[in-house]
Nanobody, 124 residues
Framework: VQLQASGGGLVHAGGSARLACQPSGFPLENYAIGWFRQAPGRAREGVSCISTSNSVTTYADYLKGRITMSRDNAENAVYLQLNSLKPEDTATYYC??????????????????WGKGTLVTVSS
């Protein structure tokens, strides 16, 4: 049972990307879903998390105001909209099930079921 992230690619600085997270074999509506990212040579960074009641917690202060996270149960998907992208946002983005606590650590120590991520490359 894994989650598959998609929608990455090459984006110019200031542009946008819409990432999708879809499962293999289970309904997402029963799970809180989080996004995290990892750039080469850097530690994982929490991005945001959406609870089963669709409450969104943003972990990355530097992304606040630039991201929107949403859930579409009919599509069985969770989306992450990234706006005003900067070169430092270049990373592989992953989604996982977990617990949307108040901090990234709450999610990090509970996360599960992540699969292949999707690479977002932001050119300057």
């Amino acid at each position: 049972v894994q989650l598959q992230a998609s929608g990455g690619g090459l984006v110019h600085a200031g542009g946008s990307a819409r990432l999708a997270c879809q499962p293999s074999g289970f309904p997402l509506e029963n799970y809180a879903i989080g996004w995290f990212r990892q750039a080469p040579g850097r530690a994982r960074e929490g991005v945001s998390c959406i609870s089963t009641s669709n409450s969104v917690t943003t972990y990355a202060d530097y992304l606040k105001g630039r991201i929107t996270m949403s859930r579409d149960n009919a599509e069985n998907a969770v989306y992450l909209q990234l706006n005003s992208l900067k070169p430092e946002d270049t990373a592989t983005y992953y989604c996982a099930t977990g617990r949307c606590g108040s901090s990234w650590n709450d999610f990090y120590y509970s996360m599960n079921n992540w699969g292949k991520g999707t690479l977002v490359t932001v050119s300057s």
